[in-house]
T-cell receptor, first 110, second 112 residues
Framework: GQNIDQPTEMTATEGAIVQINCTYQTSGFNGLFWYQQHAGEAPTFLSYNVLDGLEEKGRFSSFLSRSKGYSYLLLKELQMKDSASYLCAVLPYGNNRLAFGKGNQVVVIP | SQTIHQWPATLVQPVGSPLSLECTVEGTSNPNLYWYRQAAGRGLQLLFYSVGIGQISSEVPQNLSASRPQDRQFILSSKKLLLSDSGFYLC???????????FGPGTRLTVL
């Protein structure tokens, strides 16, 4: 099975940088996804990593280390609209069932 | 471009009543389709997964069922709702089993 761990909540100031961590244990690995979910809404796709290293998309970057079972999502130049839950999801090799963490709630304050 | 629809957006049902939630996808053919439930304070739980018409994989044994009568239509049903069925139900689609999943707007179900 899969075990995905994310811290539950963090608060950061507008304009700052925040790093959201995700550690996972899985039998086989076929990729890791990050989603953003605003309160009461559906998750929206942010990024996908399958190889080690950093993927950058504007203000958001995602990093993966497969050997350490570790990923982080980096949010730069925080804006109030970035207040949301950030979900880490792992795709194990072989069963094609995305396993989601419980999410990390980020609260952006002025 | 592809779009995914779910309805209804919200639903309040009494315990023991039936349920039917519908999901449709536009702009793609033969998508992989998924039903998830998100209960308060918990992560997304995969309920059902479909790779084609009439092909349903059940992930969690419970009083829910799913059907895929058409290529881009996915239905979640129950004959008798339980209190524990309350939650946010999300439909998602992907091009293939290892591709990015895109979520519909969701249905918030409250069972009283």
């Amino acid at each position: 099975g899969q075990n995905i761990d994310q811290p539950t909540e963090m608060t950061a100031t507008e304009g700052a940088i925040v790093q959201i961590n995700c550690t996972y244990q899985t039998s086989g690995f076929n990729g890791l996804f990050w989603y953003q979910q605003h309160a009461g809404e559906a998750p929206t796709f942010l990024s996908y990593n399958v190889l080690d290293g950093l993927e950058e998309k504007g203000r958001f970057s995602s990093f993966l280390s497969r050997s350490k079972g570790y990923s982080y999502l980096l949010l730069k130049e925080l804006q109030m609209k970035d207040s949301a839950s950030y979900l880490c999801a792992v795709l194990p090799y072989g069963n094609n069932r995305l396993a989601f963490g419980k999410g990390n709630q980020v609260v952006v304050i002025p | 471009s592809q779009t995914i629809h779910q309805w209804p957006a919200t639903l309040v049902q009494p315990v023991g009543s039936p349920l039917s939630l519908e999901c449709t996808v536009e702009g793609t053919s033969n998508p992989n389709l998924y039903w998830y439930r998100q209960a308060a304070g918990r992560g997304l739980q995969l309920l059902f997964y479909s790779v084609g018409i009439g092909q349903i994989s059940s992930e969690v044994p419970q009083n829910l069922s799913a059907s895929r009568p058409q290529d881009r239509q996915f239905i979640l049903s129950s004959k008798k709702l339980l209190l524990s069925d309350s939650g946010f139900y999300l439909c998602a689609w992907s091009t293939g089993p290892t591709d990015t999943q895109y979520f519909g707007p969701g249905t918030r179900l409250t069972v009283l």
